[in-house]
Nanobody
Framework: QVQLVESGGGLVQPGGSLRLSCAAS????????MGWYRQAPGKQRELVAT???????NYADSVKGRFTISRDNAKNAVYLQMNSLEPEDTAVYYC?????????????WGQGTQVTVSS
């Protein structure tokens, strides 16, 4: 009923920056916690960052100090600003959100966007 659409992935050199965006489409819903996950080939999916509706954030140790998660509740959107990118950051990044429609909570995922860090 509610979909997440991601954008902003691409190819960037080490030390560069990218900004990922994720927006929810639909009606009569409210988004609570949101987050970004990533999965590299042959690796398990890992949590990158989370943000509550009130703006409290949490980061994986590997990205702390380099990535910043933010949200715009009016736009039903979440963002991930990625600075000082490293080759180890190369992965498919997925947006995740807990979305409430009426009284039902849905664990919703975006389609994923590829981030490649290489010279």
């Amino acid at each position: 009923q509610v979909q997440l659409v991601e954008s902003g992935g691409g190819l960037v050199q080490p030390g560069g920056s990218l900004r990922l965006s994720c927006a929810a489409s639909g009606r009569l819903f409210r988004i609570y916690d949101m987050g970004w996950y990533r999965q590299a080939p042959g690796k398990q999916r890992e949590l990158v960052a989370t943000i509550t509706r009130g703006g409290s954030t949490n980061y994986a140790d590997s990205v702390k100090g380099r990535f910043t998660i933010s949200r715009d509740n009016a736009k039903n959107a979440v963002y991930l600003q990625m600075n000082s990118l490293e080759p180890e950051d190369t992965a498919v990044y997925y947006c995740n959100a807990n979305i409430v429609v009426l009284t039902t909570t849905y664990d919703t995922w975006g389609q994923g966007t590829q981030v490649t860090v290489s010279s």
